[in-house]
C-alpha cells in the first residue's frame, strides 16, 4: 500500500499511536524499532485494545497472516516520516524550522509566545525533535492552526537534512553552531555542515526565507552574494544596526534585560521613530539575548505588533530546566540542566561571574559525546572555574577524573545526593549545569 492510501486510511482513523500501552480505539499503531524494543512483537496486542489497523514492517510469529488489519511495509519509521510530510502537505501554512547547537528549544518556546500574540500557532512540545518526535508533532497540525513552528535536533550527518525533507518548512532559522555531540559529526565542520542543511533545504524553495544570525560568522560564511534565500539578519553588534534587526543588552541581574529596535534603513525609509523597545524578562543569562532577538526577528515578519512582541517576551517564563531562576528556602538556584557543550558551558560561566551575589557556588555535569577533544574541554572548564573564585565547585561524572583541579569530584548524582543529606548549602547562589545524562534536574528539590 502506497502513502497516498495509507494516508486515506489515516483520514478515515486520524490518530497514530507508537505505544502498544496506549491504543485509542479506532486509532492506527505504528510499529517502531529502537535498540531495546520492537514495535512488531506488540501488534497484535495493540489490535486486540482497539486499534483499527497495524501498520509492521516484520511479521511476527503470532500475528495472523490473512488478517486486513495489518499492513505490512517495508520501513516503519520511514513510513511515519512520509504519512507526517503528507499531512502536513494538506496545510497551505508556513512553517517554520528551527535548529542550533545551543538554543533551540528556549528560542522555539520565546517565538512561540510571539507569535502566539496573532495567530494559532503550533510548536513542538518539550524535546520532540528527532526523526520520531517531529512526525509526532507534524501529525497534530489541524484546520485551526495559522503556522507551525517546528524544532529539529541533529546528533549525525544528515539528521537536518531527513528532518526537513519531512517536515518541508517554507523558513528556517539556526540559532548558531558549536561544538557540540563531536563523537557523532566527527568534526566542527561537520556540525556546521550538517545544521546549515537546513538552508540547503531552504534554497530548493523558489521563496526559502532565513532568520539570520548576522553575529555568527559560521552562518554568515554559509550565505552567498547571490543566494536564492530571502534574508532576514538580526545582531546584537551596533555597527549593523543599519541593516539588521538589532538588540543590545542593558543588564542581567540575574534576568535578562535588553532593548531592541528595527533596521534604522527601513525606519528611516518609513521615516518612523528610530527609538528602542524596552523588555525585561525572567530568563537568566545574557546568553539568551540571542535567543529573544531571534524571536523579535520572527514576529517582526510576521506582522506582530510591536507592543505585543515585547509583551510576549516579558511574559514568558521558562519552565523546562533552562536559563531558569528557582528561589528556595536556603537558596537561588540557577538551573540549566538539561543540555552542555563547550560553548553553552562557558558561556554560562561567563555569565554566573557577572552575577554579583555574596556566596556563589556551582554544581557542574560533564559535557558527553565530545569524542577525542572531552578531556581537551573538560581542562578548559575546569581553568574557567579556577579563574571564578567560586566559594565551592562540584563536578559530577568521569569526564572531570583526568582533569588537574582540587575541585570536589563525585561519580554521579547519587553521590552528590549522598553529600547534601550529609550537609546541603545555605545562603548561595548555585549554578546547576550538564548533560541531561548527568540528571542534576534532580537536584533543585534538595536544595
Known amino acids: 500500500m502506497d502513502i497516498e492510501h495509507l494516508y486515506q486510511l489515516y483520514k478515515q482513523h486520524p490518530c497514530i ?47 495472523p497472516k490473512d488478517d486486513e488489519r495489518i499492513i505490512k511495509v ?47 500557532v503550533l510548536y513542538t512540545q518539550g524535546n520532540f525533535n528527532n526523526d520520531v518526535g517531529v512526525p509526532k508533532t507534524l501529525f497534530r497540525l489541524g484546520k485551526e492552526h495559522e503556522i507551525a513552528v517546528i524544532e529539529m535536533g ?24 558549536g561544538r557540540a555531540h563531536l563523537l557523532g559529526f566527527g568534526s566542527f565542520e561537520g556540525v556546521v555542515k550538517t545544521k546549515t542543511e537546513l538552508y540547503d533545504f531552504l534554497r530548493t524553495r523558489k521563496d526559502g526565507l532565513i532568520f539570520l544570525n548576522a553575529d555568527n560568522e559560521h552562518l554568515v560564511d554559509r550565505i552567498g552574494d547571490d543566494d536564492p534565500l530571502w534574508v532576514v ?5 551596533q555597527e549593523k544596526q543599519y541593516s539588521c534587526i538589532s538588540g543590545e543588552l542593558i543588564s542581567c541581574a540575574p534576568f535578562l534585560k535588553f532593548r531592541w529596535r528595527e533596521p534604522l534603513m527601513e525606519l528611516e525609509e518609513r521615516g518612523a521613530s528610530t527609538k528602542w523597545h524596552k523588555v525585561q524578562t525572567h530568563l537568566v543569562g545574557a546568553y539568551n539575548l540571542d535567543n529573544v532577538m531571534a524571536a523579535v526577528a520572527v514576529g517582526i ?43 553553552s558551558m562557558a558561556a554560562a560561566l561567563d555569565n ?27 581542562q578548559r572548564l575546569v581553568d574557567q572555574l579556577k579563574a571564578m573564585q567560586l566559594d565551592e565547585v562540584w563536578l559530577v561524572g568521569e569526564e572531570f577524573d583526568q582533569t588537574d583541579t582540587a575541585f570536589r569530584r563525585f561519580h554521579d548524582v547519587e553521590d552528590v545526593k549522598k553529600a547534601l543529606a550529609e550537609q546541603c548549602p545555605e545562603g548561595r547562589y548555585i549554578l546547576i549545569k550538564g548533560s541531561n545524562s548527568n540528571k542534576l534536574f534532580q537536584l533543585p528539590e534538595l536544595l
Open 233 to 237: 539578519p538580526y545582531s546584537t553588534d
Open 154 to 177: 541533529a546528533s549525525h550527518p544528515g539528521d537536518i537534512k531527513t528532518l526537513a525533507e519531512t517536515a518541508e518548512p517554507t523558513c528556517g532559522l539556526i540559532t548558531n553552531v
Open 17 to 63: 499511536t507508537t505505544d502498544s500501552r496506549e491504543c485509542p480505539k479506532g486509532s492506527i499503531f505504528l510499529a517502531l524499532k529502537g535498540a531495546s524494543f520492537n514495535g512488531n512483537l506488540f501488534a497484535l496486542q495493540a489490535l486486540e485494545k482497539g486499534c483499527a489497523y497495524a501498520i509492521v514492517d516484520e511479521w511476527p510469529a503470532d500475528l
Open 352 to 378: 554566573f561571574r557577572l552575577i554579583e551575589a555574596p556566596h556563589k557556588m556551582a554544581i557542574l555535569g560533564a559535557m558527553r559525546e565530545l569524542g577525542d577533544v572531552s578531556a581537551e574541554e573538560h
Open 301 to 343: 515578519n510576521f506582522g506582530v505588533d510591536r507592543k505585543q512582541i515585547c509583551h510576549a517576551l516579558e511574559n514568558y517564563v521558562p519552565t523546562n530546566n533552562r536559563s531558569q531562576m528557582v528561589v528556595t528556602e536556603k537558596n537561588h538556584l540557577i538551573v540549566d540542566a538539561y543540555n552542555a557543550n563547550p560553548s
Open 74 to 120: 517495508d520501513d516503519c519509521l520511514q513510513t511515519f516520516k512520509d504519512l507526517a510530510r503528507e499531512h502536513r502537505r494538506q496545510f497551505n501554512i508556513p512553517v517554520l524550522g528551527i535548529t542550533g547547537t545551543n538554543g533551540k528549544t528556549t528560542t522555539k518556546e520565546l517565538i512561540a509566545a510571539v507569535l502566539s500574540e496573532k495567530y494559532n
